[in-house]
C-alpha cells in the first residue's frame, strides 16, 4: 500500500505523508480476534491494509449491535488520537487481517507540524457520530463465503464450482474458487486474488485441518453442506459452536434428490448446528443453485403476504402476475390467510394447484360452518384441521422448498411469534386462529391466536432475515363494511324479530375484521421495512366474499401488473436489498 492509499494522509505533502508512515507499526490479527474491546483505554489509530473489521457496541440489554464493517484501506480507532478516554466501540478482526497502527504519542509529534490532518478526523468523527445517533446499523453483504462439508459423502469441491457458476449467472463479476491451499500463497497472495474477484469461494474439506481454518477465518458466510440423515462428522459441532459470531453467518445446504417432492430432512444433530437458514438443492437444479446463491449474498427477493379474510384470494392473481414477469421469490413469509398462500408456495407447489387448493378449501367447502356451543369460539375447528392437514401433509417449516414464516399472536405474553421451525399445519392453525370464530392454538409457549392482531404484514420480520429486499403484499388495511351485503328476505326477518338493524355486520364478519384491524398499525410500521409495496384496490370486498374468488384474484393481477409497468417494483425486482 502506498501513502496516498491511507485516506488521512491524502491530503499531506509528501514530506509529512512520510514522516507518518515511517512512525506506523505493521500488525497482523488473526479472523476472529479483538483487536481492542469497548471500555479499554485507547491509544492508537489503525489503518487497514487486508482483510476485515468489524465495529460493534454492546448494549446494556440484549446483544452488540454492529455499527461498522471496514475493508482497506479505512481507518479506524481515531478518537484514541485526540482523546484519552475509553473505547466506544469494539474491533473484531473479520479474518486475518494485516494492519498499520498509529500511537497517540507518535500521532501528537506529526500533528503538531502538520495540523491539516486534524481535518479529516474532524469530517471521520462526524459521520461515526451521527451513525451512532441515528442507530444505524451494519447488514451482512458478505463477499467471501466457505463451503464446509460438516457429513460425509459429498465433494465439495464440485458444490462450490457449480455455486461460483451461479453466482457468476445471477450477480456481476466473476467468482473465485479456491479448493485448496495454493502453493507459497500468504496472507498478502490471498488479498490480491479476492481484490481481482467480485466474491471467492473457499472449499474445506476436513474439519479443523489447517486449509478449513484458513477458509472460515477469510469467510464473511460460511455455507455447510449436509447430506439428508446423514450424522455430522466427530468433532464438527463443537468446533462450528466455537466460531459462533453476529459478523459471520452459517447457513445449511442440503442436497436432495432431482425428483425430490419435498426435502429430506437432515439428521437431527446436524439440524442443532449454529445455521441461520435451511436451503435444500436438488441434483442439478441450476434454479435452485441460483436461489442458494442470492440467499447467501443478500440478493434474493422476499415476498410477505398479509391477512385479510377472502380478499386475501388477491394473492393469487399477484403471485400470477409475478410468474408471468418472471419475478420468483426466494424467501416468503405472511399471516393468516397470506400465511397459507405463502406455506403453498415454499412448499414448491405451482400457482395453479395453489390456486386449485385455495378454491377447494375455502370456496368449495367451506372450513367455518361446524358450529358449536360458543364455549371457547363459535366453531369446533375441526374442518379446517383436517382441511390444513390434508393440504401441506406432515411438512416442517425448515423442509420446505423456499425459506418461509408465518406469525401467530400469543395472548399468554402478548406478543406476535414467528414461527421459523416446528409442524407447518400446526404454525398456520395457529397463524389463522380468528379469536372466537376459531379455537385457539394452546402450546408450551402460550395460547396463540391469529397473526393478525399482532402483526398483519410482517415486511420488518422477513426484512429482518437480511437475505435481500422484501415485497410486501396488504389486502387487510382497506376500509371495511362500507358495502353491506345484500339480506334475504329471510335475514331482514330474523333481524326484524331480534331488533338488529340491517346493516349491524354478523358476528363472524367482526370478528374476522377484529382479528386484523389491531395490527393496522403495526402493520403500516413493518411496511416501511419493504423495498415495495402493492395494496390492491379492495375496499368494496366483502371479507367473506370467498364465492368472488375470480373477481378478487382478477384485482390482484392487474394491481401486480399495473405495478410492474410503472415500475413501482424495480427496487424489489432489480434491488439487491
Known amino acids: 500500500m502506498t501513502a496516498p492509499d491511507i485516506p488521512f494522509l491524502a491530503g499531506l505533502d509528501p ?24 471500555g479499554e483505554a ?71 507540524h502538520h495540523p491539516r490532518m486534524l481535518l479529516y ?63 507459497g500463497a500468504d496472507e498478502t497472495w490471498f488479498h490480491d486474488y479476492e481484490t481481482r474477484h467480485a466474491r471467492t469461494i473457499f472449499v474445506a474439506h476436513e474439519v479443523g485441518c489447517p486449509w478449513c481454518r484458513l477458509c472460515l477465518r477469510h469467510a464473511d458466510h460460511v455455507l455447510l453442506l449436509a447430506e439428508p440423515g446423514r450424522p455430522p462428522r466427530d468433532g464438527a459441532a463443537a468446533w462450528l459452536g466455537s466460531l459462533r459470531s453476529d459478523w459471520i453467518r452459517m447457513d445449511l445446504a442440503v442436497p436432495q434428490d432431482a425428483d425430490a417432492v419435498l426435502p429430506r430432512p437432515v439428521h437431527p444433530d446436524v439440524a442443532a448446528l449454529p445455521a441461520a437458514l435451511r436451503i435444500p438443492v436438488r441434483a442439478g437444479n441450476v434454479s435452485d443453485l441460483e ?28 403471485l400470477q402476475a409475478l410468474e408471468d414477469a418472471g419475478c420468483a421469490p426466494d424467501f416468503v413469509g405472511g399471516t393468516s ?41 363459535l366453531t369446533r375447528g375441526a374442518k379446517v384441521d383436517a382441511g390444513l392437514a390434508a393440504w401441506f401433509g406432515g411438512a416442517r417449516i425448515e423442509d ?21 421451525s416446528g409442524d407447518l399445519p400446526g404454525a398456520l392453525r395457529a397463524s389463522i386462529a380468528i379469536p372466537g370464530l376459531l379455537p385457539p392454538v394452546c402450546t408450551e409457549d402460550g395460547v396463540l391466536v391469529d397473526g393478525g392482531m399482532m402483526n398483519n404484514l410482517p415486511a420488518d420480520v422477513l426484512a429482518g432475515l437480511e437475505r435481500g429486499p422484501v415485497l410486501a403484499v396488504d389486502v387487510g388495511s382497506d376500509r371495511a363494511f362500507g358495502d353491506m351485503p345484500a339480506r334475504s328476505w329471510r335475514g331482514r326477518l330474523i333481524r326484524r324479530m331480534l331488533g338488529v338493524p340491517d346493516a349491524m355486520p354478523g358476528i363472524a364478519p367482526l370478528l374476522l375484521r377484529a382479528a386484523t384491524v389491531s395490527g393496522d398499525a403495526q402493520s403500516m410500521m413493518a411496511v416501511g421495512h419493504a423495498a415495495a409495496l402493492l395494496k390492491p384496490p379492495l375496499a368494496g370486498i366483502d371479507l367473506r366474499a370467498w364465492s368472488s374468488f375470480e373477481a378478487i384474484a382478477g384485482i390482484g393481477y392487474r394491481h401486480t401488473q399495473e405495478a410492474l409497468a410503472q415500475g413501482r417494483l424495480r427496487a424489489w425486482t432489480e434491488g439487491s436489498g
Not at 514530506?15 to 474491546?37: I, N
Not at 449467472?169 to 473465485?176: C, Q, S, V, Y
Not at 423456499?402 to 400469543?410: D, I
Open 337 to 377: 390467510m397470506g400465511a397459507v398462500v405463502a406455506a403453498s408456495l415454499a412448499m414448491g407447489l405451482g400457482i395453479d394447484r395453489i390456486r386449485a387448493r385455495t378454491v377447494a378449501f375455502f370456496v368449495g367447502n367451506n372450513p367455518l360452518n361446524d358450529y358449536t356451543l360458543p364455549y371457547h369460539a
Open 42 to 112: 485507547g491509544d492508537a489509530l489503525y489503518t487497514l491494509v487486508s482483510g476485515a473489521i468489524g465495529i460493534s457496541t454492546d448494549g446494556a440489554i440484549g446483544p452488540s449491535r454492529r455499527i461498522a464493517r471496514l475493508n482497506p484501506p479505512e481507518s479506524f480507532g481515531e478518537m484514541a488520537l485526540l482523546s484519552p478516554a475509553p473505547r466506544s466501540a469494539t474491533a473484531t478482526a473479520l479474518r486475518d487481517s494485516n494492519l498499520l497502527r498509529l500511537a497517540r504519542a507518535d500521532f501528537e509529534a506529526v500533528v503538531a
Open 291 to 318: 436461489r442458494l446463491a442470492r440467499l447467501a449474498s443478500g440478493s434474493a427477493r422476499g415476498l410477505v403476504l398479509g391477512g385479510g379474510g377472502a380478499r386475501g384470494l388477491a394473492h393469487l392473481g399477484v
Open 121 to 183: 478526523f474532524a469530517r471521520l468523527l462526524t459521520e461515526r457520530i451521527r451513525a451512532g445517533q441515528e442507530g444505524e446499523t451494519v447488514r451482512h453483504r458478505p463477499r467471501s463465503f466457505a463451503v464446509l462439508a460438516v457429513t460425509e459423502g459429498l465433494d465439495a469441491a464440485a458444490f462450490g464450482n457449480a455455486l461460483a457458476a451461479a453466482f457468476d449467472a445471477t450477480l456481476p463479476g466473476r467468482t473465485g474458487c479456491l479448493t485448496r491451499w495454493p502453493e
Open 400 to 420: 420446505l422448498w423456499l425459506p418461509f414464516l408465518c406469525v401467530s399472536s400469543n395472548l399468554t405474553t402478548g406478543t406476535a411469534m414467528v414461527h421459523r
Open 15 to 38: 514530506e509529512a505523508a512520510a514522516a507518518v508512515r515511517a512512525r506506523m507499526v505493521p500488525v497482523a490479527v488473526a479472523g476472529g480476534s479483538t483487536l481492542f474491546a469497548q
